[in-house]
């Protein structure tokens, strides 16, 4: 199998320099492309001089991730195709965990890796997502160390794949693409969720070890998560969800940020294992940041109604097999976590 990488750049920096190592390390045949979404440093330019095997396309504005995964997918013709953030490190055998595992399921058109975090001692970041009763997405296995056993048992009931690495086989991807109108956030989710009711399939490949340092390029716990996190789920119930589970799905986000400020006073912004303290937002910013975000996502309901239908022309099971979808990979209020 033929692997392309396509890598999603913005201010990577170092981190952009060891993604692209680790990849290059894999095998000979592997190609690399990299789309710099109008980054202000320097990171795109010393790929470029350091490694000539890899592709640079230059963005003379920032297109957000959605729009950017597309553009590359545009140059990406390989069997095999592996979209990516710029802050991951593959581990040295990913690519040959990936093709095995593509031989062993030849009916799954996509694959998860098992994605940890840049922990002392690591803790898994996602190995899939699962779903809340409103459609807010979640990793799942977030925080837990790979060898627990509930680790496990979240690897068998995760949906689709996280969005920092998603692999795909590229004949799968010819009649469907990202929603650009996302721009971050929430766009694998959306992805994900039409891939499935048109037939294809996900698998996790718990030996595809990618370590991730996450929020990068933005900050975790920020408004701008806040705003396009909710903005994009909401628009993403109004895509799929059925109309008469809509207010069903409002309910239940009241419920979740309720769940959600009642904790936020006793979790650590840092990351697990690092004992670092992130300031949250204060409560009056983060209410008019959500309220925003609905408001922005309703403002956009005649042009996701029209994504609705042409998308629902095509899906054998609609809006009926979204909601059972979501159903299926369900998540209980009380495991809700901050981002």
């Known amino acids: 199998m033929r692997f392309h990488f396509g890598i999603v750049n913005y201010n990577g920096g170092d981190h952009l320099h060891a993604c692209v190592r680790s990849i ?33 396309i230059r963005s003379p504005a920032n297109l957000g991730y959605a729009g950017a995964l597309n553009r590359l997918l545009e140059r990406m013709p390989e069997e095999v195709v592996v979209l990516c953030n710029m802050d991951l490190e593959f581990d040295p055998g990913w690519t040959a965990a990936m093709e095995a595992a593509l031989w062993r399921h030849l009916d799954a058109d996509g694959a998860a890796s098992l994605v940890l975090e840049m922990t002392k001692p ?30 496990a048992q979240e690897a068998e009931q995760a949906f689709g794949a996280y969005g920092a690495v998603m692999c795909f086989r ?10 650009d109108d996302y721009f971050l956030f929430f766009e694998e989710t959306d992805f994900f969720l039409r891939f499935h009711l048109l037939g294809h399939r996900t698998v996790f490949v718990p030996d595809a ?18 705003y396009y996190g909710e903005r994009n789920r909401l628009t993403t119930v109004f895509k799929l969800l059925p109309v008469w589970y809509w207010p069903v799905a409002f309910a239940a986000t009241l419920r979740r940020l309720h769940i959600v400020s009642r904790r936020a006073g006793a979790e650590t912004g840092g990351a697990p294992g690092t004992g670092a303290q992130v300031r949250l937002p204060a409560r009056a910013t983060i209410v008019a940041t959500l309220l925003r975000a609905w408001r922005d996502a309703v403002l956009r309901l005649p042009s996701t109604w029209g994504k609705r239908r042409a998308f629902m022309r095509r899906s054998a099971g609609g809006a009926g097999a979204a909601l059972r979808l979501v159903r299926r990979y369900s998540l209980p209020s009380s495991e809700v976590r901050l981002r």
């Open 24 to 56: 290059l390390a894999q095998r000979p045949d592997v190609r690399v492309s990299v789309f710099d979404n109008a980054s202000s440093d320097d990171s795109a330019v010393r790929v470029e001089s350091e490694f000539p095997r890899v592709t640079v």
């Open 122 to 151: 690591p803790v898994i970041n996602s190995v899939g997502v699962r779903f809340f009763a409103d459609l807010h997405a979640q990793n799942a296995g977030s925080g837990l160390p790979w060898s627990s056993k509930r680790a």
């Open 170 to 179: 590229r004949p799968a991807l010819e009649d469907i693409a990202f929603d």
């Open 209 to 226: 070890v990618v370590r991730h340092q996450r929020s990068l390029s933005t900050r975790r716990f920020s408004t701008l998560k806040l």
